[in-house]
């Protein structure tokens, strides 16, 4: 059973339980190219599916992280703030960006997999 | 036309190589009805001698500051400017150049924000500084919007002793942005009550203060503190800032000053160059423009404008503000005088501007009827009159001394304001300046 | 001599037979920060000994150094004018940045704004002693008022995203004043990206609406958009691709018929100058940046001036101060009460940047009604010279991105550079080694990597070819397979390519002692 889902945004999100671990694509990260800045979301807080959970900056371009689901945001990857380049070395490992709890684990089934999204990526050009 | 290169020949070979049969074919997108075949009403071309001779008459008209015994403050500062500052700033790579945006064909720009961007970081106290806004008025309307950005609190408190132009330019600013703007009604000669509370996000309030009376904000920026509101210290003279406890050591979180008064000259009032300093931390909430080091290729220090994704032509809507060009020359200008002054340079002229302001006080003030308000200033200090300030005003300006601002100017509607005279005096102002101010005031209110 | 000397280590890029000892490269002169050249005490201004006084700083004095290096006089002439070499410059040679409008700036210009009669005024002087000032700003305003057609000007905006706030702040306040502030502004996504800024100051959403395939206003999607929460449209023509929006008529009429106003971002205004009002395009606001049509000097980003002509229904909204004919003369509003209760405030402190209305007066009467249109005209004929001397379709090399005549700017994009592994951004720095500014780049977002190239009308015909035959010239380069050699330039400047990516992410915004302590230790 795969426990990973994807964004037409380019963010994937992984299921531990209850628990959902978003982070942005190798795609997006290649897009982006050299990450200079990382805003997180406050532990506590919450996020809402589609809407802003946090913002990913390089040296001339800023791009918004949308929230793949809703729920309370647990924990955050302190580590991409202090170093961003950690997202353009491993961005579905060690360059994760929050982890939430889920409102609904429905939700995540709802989204993209990864045969799905590597279609989807194909067709972006 | 002698700034018009292409002779008539260029532009027929031009149109030729086109393929165009008239220069109208290439303003062929505009609409007919748009179109206009005749000159505009408007005079022809003139040579240098003409049109200096047109704008000179014109000057003339005016009396120039240097001219008369001269005393006018509220805001801008007459100031001595070395000659070299303004030798450099017309060097042609300095002023006509543009935006740093190529930084390897402009690291002399660049070099000299970072040094300015240190300079002022230096001399408010502050841990960072941007590469200038458009003027102090500005800087403060940016600040209070800076604020909002970080506290996400919806008030900004303005304090009564902000210059009125700041108040009314943060008001201008705010109107449409759901900010609320609430201010305090100005208060020369005692000390206004401040409220905040966990809606504030800023209290605003200036150094030495729009009636020449200096502060210790210390107390107010531990309350802010307590209250997760930020403090914002406006100063409209900069050169203050050599002699007087710089507002970071008073704990200010955004400083918004008006640079004018170093290398800058009055000029009726602009361009100029609007400071902006505040906190590391919230570098990132900062507007405007930001030089940074970093290296080249070579692994050669150099630099480059930097964090630009705050800015306007990356995050459109959601940049920190619109501002696009700043005050390039005029910041330049502030730093080469900066230089030139130096850490010794600034304190003497500092101690100069105060020097003067105190002996002019003790003549002013002993001419009958004259009364000080304040119970400390730096170079600006305000006068209780017998009669209205602005009937005095003018009846100095007959005298041929420019004497002054009266505080109705810019409070019409406030009575008890209405005696009141803003009085400065910098290193320009003479010891027979002063005899002469101080005979004309006699006779004014005798 | 405190700090660190980095002038003493080889110049790395370079071949070993023109290694220098200094690192200095001829009139190339590495320099030191002014804060490693500190000789404390020293002074470049002899001031003199304050008079006896007893301080009424009121126990405020400064208890801290201020932290400012000592220098002399001459230290600090060549410190700036060793810095001021390694800036490019438009009195060094063509500056063809699309959109900024990189032209020649006379000198008697700068001449005029220092006479003591203007520059030694101060801004609240009695209006007795100002008249003439009010005379010039008078005269000012009546000049852009006969050149834009529009019957009031608002002359206190500091530049041109201040005059983009002030025009889109009295048309919300003359849409509140109706009581309907509406809530959407529609954008073209070519658009400066002052205007959605703008737009978001003023509390409203912005709609981006798409360019058709000739590069305009997509009309019909324009029309689609419309609607009654539609404050209004912000456009910028002639348009940031260097067209004429030549359904501008139609477009107005539109957005009008909705109820909404129609802004216009003048900063291309140098391309109609003198040929055509904007007042007869149907537009209601438009700012002017006097340091682009009326050559106002850059000075390296600023200070610029941003007057905004308003249209009859927005001119009781402009924002304070103005001047009126009074009974003694010219006289300043400056309250917001009687015929200016509908202001929208202040916009800055004072009355607006004096020093570039003299500047631009000064310009303006020199070229006067005639020169002015000529002005149009050659911005118009170069840029289309170098449309044809570079576009692939009249024999050039690079790839147009919308066919046909341009007005004072033309715009490339990055097809003439596919497959070969150069970049728009490699393109432009090659530029740089063959002694030009490049051009602007990857704006407007439209098209891909966009080459945006504007000559202005004071560049002569031997500049245009010079400049078309490097470019054309690079692109054989380009497309003959030297990738490393794009990517690597440019090898000749002050500076190769710098690290923006280290300066982003560790950001160091100011000079501090330990800096050059650690340095010098290395």
């Known amino acids: ?125 | 036309m002698r700034y018009l290169p292409l002779t008539p020949a260029d532009r027929t070979e031009m149109l030729v190589a086109i393929g165009a049969g008239s220069i109208d074919d290439l303003f062929a997108d505009v609409p007919p009805t748009a179109r206009r075949a005749g000159l505009v009403d408007l005079p022809l071309a003139q040579g240098e001698i003409e049109v200096e001779r047109a704008l000179s008459r014109m000057a003339a008209k005016n009396v120039a500051a240097g001219s008369v015994p001269f005393f006018i403050g509220g805001g801008a500062y007459r100031h001595h400017v070395p000659a070299a500052v303004d030798h450099l700033i017309q060097r042609g790579e300095f002023l006509t150049s543009y935006t740093p945006y190529q930084p390897e064909i402009s690291q002399g720009t660049l070099q000299a924000l970072f040094e300015f961007q240190t300079q002022v970081a230096l001399l408010t106290g502050m841990e960072v500084a941007n590469a200038s806004m458009y003027d102090g008025a500005t800087a403060c309307a940016e600040a209070v919007a800076m604020a909002h950005r970080i506290t996400r609190r919806a008030k900004a408190v303005l304090s009564g002793g902000l210059h009125p132009h700041y108040r009314e330019v943060c008001q201008t600013y705010a109107q449409f942005s759901g900010l609320e703007v609430q201010t305090l009604d100005p208060t020369p000669g005692r000390i206004e009550n401040i409220t905040i509370d966990s809606d504030t996000a800023c209290v605003v309030v200036q150094n030495p203060d729009f009636f020449g009376e200096l502060r210790d904000w210390s107390a107010l920026a531990a309350r802010c503190r307590q209250q997760g509101a930020l403090l914002v210290v406006a100063v409209t003279e900069i050169v203050s800032l050599g002699a007087v406890n710089p507002p970071g050591e008073m704990g200010a979180d955004i400083v918004a000053a008006e640079g004018q008064g170093i290398g800058n000259a009055l000029n009726f009032g602009g361009p100029y160059v609007g400071l902006f300093a505040a906190r590391e931390q919230h570098v990132r909430q900062m507007p405007g423009r930001l030089a940074g080091q970093t290296i080249d290729a070579d692994g050669r220090r150099g630099w480059v404008l930097t964090l630009s994704t705050r800015e306007q032509h990356i995050r459109r809507e959601k940049a920190t503000s619109n501002i696009c060009t700043n005050s390039g020359l005029c910041a330049l200008a502030f730093a080469i005088h900066l230089a030139l002054l130096g850490e010794t340079g600034l304190r003497q002229l500092a101690r100069l501007n105060h020097a003067t302001a105190c002996n002019l006080a003790d003549r002013l003030t002993a001419v009958p009827g004259a009364q000080l308000v304040n119970d400390n200033f730096f170079n600006e200090f305000c006068l209780r009159l017998p009669i209205p300030a602005a009937a005095a005003v003018a009846a100095l300006a007959e005298k041929g001394v420019l004497g002054g601002v009266a505080a109705s100017r810019f409070y019409p509607e406030r009575d008890d304001l209405t005696n009141l005279l803003l009085v400065a005096a910098t290193e320009t102002v003479t010891k027979e300046d002063i005899d002469d101010y101080a005979a004309a005031l006699g006779e004014v209110l005798r | 001599m405190t700090g660190w000397s980095q002038a003493l280590s080889a110049h790395p890029a370079m071949p070993e037979e023109t290694q220098t000892l200094t690192g200095n490269r001829g009139l190339q002169l590495e320099e030191l920060l002014i804060f490693e050249q500190n000789s404390p005490g020293h002074c470049g201004v002899d001031l003199p000994e304050p008079p006896a006084h007893k301080s009424r700083l009121g126990g405020l004095e400064r208890r801290v150094p201020i932290g400012l290096p000592g220098l002399s006089e001459p230290q600090v002439v060549r410190h700036f004018t060793r810095l001021s070499q390694k800036n490019y410059a438009i009195d060094s040679g063509i500056y063809p940045l699309g959109s900024c409008t990189m032209k020649h700036n006379p000198r008697l210009n700068e001449k005029m704004a220092r006479l003591p009669g203007i520059a030694d005024l101060h801004p609240l002087q009695p209006l007795s002693t100002i008249q003439g000032a009010l005379e010039l700003i008078d005269t000012l305003t009546h000049w852009l008022k006969t050149l834009t057609g529009m019957p009031a000007v608002a002359l206190s905006p500091a530049a041109g995203a201040h005059g983009e706030l002030c025009g889109m702040m009295t048309i919300r306040a003359a849409l509140e004043a109706h009581g309907d502030p509406r809530q959407r502004i529609l954008v073209p996504e070519s658009a400066h990206g002052t205007n959605p800024a703008t737009a978001a100051i003023c509390g409203y959403a912005i709609d981006p609406i798409p360019n058709n395939p000739r590069g305009r206003v997509d009309l019909t999607a324009l029309k689609a958009k419309l609607g009654a929460d539609v404050a209004a449209l912000m456009l910028t023509n002639p348009n940031t691709c260097g067209l004429f929006e030549d359904e501008i008529l139609e477009i107005a009429a539109a957005v009008h018929e909705a109820g909404g106003f129609f802004y216009c971002d003048g900063a291309n205004f140098n391309a109609i100058v003198g040929r055509v009002r904007p007042a007869d395009l149907g537009i209601d606001a438009l700012h002017l940046n006097l340091h682009k049509t009326f050559s106002t000097p850059h000075g390296g980003g600023g200070p610029g001036s941003g007057p905004v002509a308003l249209a009859a229904e927005l001119a009781p909204f402009a924002p304070l101060p103005w001047i009126t004919h009074g009974s003694k003369g010219l006289e300043i509003v400056e309250r917001a009460n009687g015929s200016a209760a509908q202001t929208i405030g202040r916009l800055k402190g004072f009355h607006g940047q004096m020093g570039m209305f003299v500047r631009a007066l000064s310009y303006m009467m020199s070229h006067g009604a005639d020169g002015l249109r000529q002005v149009a005209e050659d911005a118009v004929l170069n840029a289309n010279y170098l449309r044809v001397r570079l576009g692939q379709a009249t024999g050039g090399a690079l790839s147009q991105s919308y066919p046909g005549s341009c007005m004072h700017e033309v715009l490339f994009d990055d097809r003439f550079l596919k497959d070969t592994g150069v970049t728009t951004l490699d393109f432009a720095k090659a530029l740089i080694d063959e002694g030009f500014h490049p051009m602007t780049m990857y704006f407007p977002l439209v098209v891909h990597g966009a080459l945006l190239i504007e000559p202005t009308e004071t560049e002569s015909k031997a500049s245009l070819d010079q400049f078309a035959d490097t470019v054309n010239g690079l692109a054989t380069r380009a497309k003959a397979g030297d990738i490393a050699g794009f990517q690597a330039a440019p090898n000749l400047t002050p500076r190769r390519r710098l690290d923006e990516t280290a300066a982003a992410r560790k950001p160091v915004l100011r000079w501090r002692p330990e800096m050059s302590q650690q340095k010098a230790a290395e």
């Not at chain 1, 992984?14 to 532990?43: F, H, K, S, W």
Request: proline share 6%; glycine share 8%; charged share 25%.
């Open chain 1, 1 to 125: 059973m795969p426990t990973l889902r994807f964004t037409k945004d380019h963010e994937w999100v992984r299921l531990d339980g209850d628990t959902a671990v978003i982070g942005i694509t190798d795609y997006a990260q290649q897009q982006l190219g050299d990450i200079v800045y990382v805003e997180l979301p406050e532990p506590g807080s919450r996020v809402e599916a589609g809407k802003e959970a946090a913002v990913v900056e390089s040296a001339k371009a800023a791009s918004e992280v949308y929230s793949p689901v809703s729920g309370e945001v647990v924990a955050v990857n302190e580590v991409i703030a202090g170093d961003p380049a950690k997202v353009n070395a491993d961005p579905m490992g060690d360059g994760w960006f929050l982890s939430v709890k889920l409102d609904d684990p429905k939700a995540f089934d709802a989204l993209m997999d990864e045969p799905e999204y590597q279609k989807f990526v194909a067709e972006q050009g």
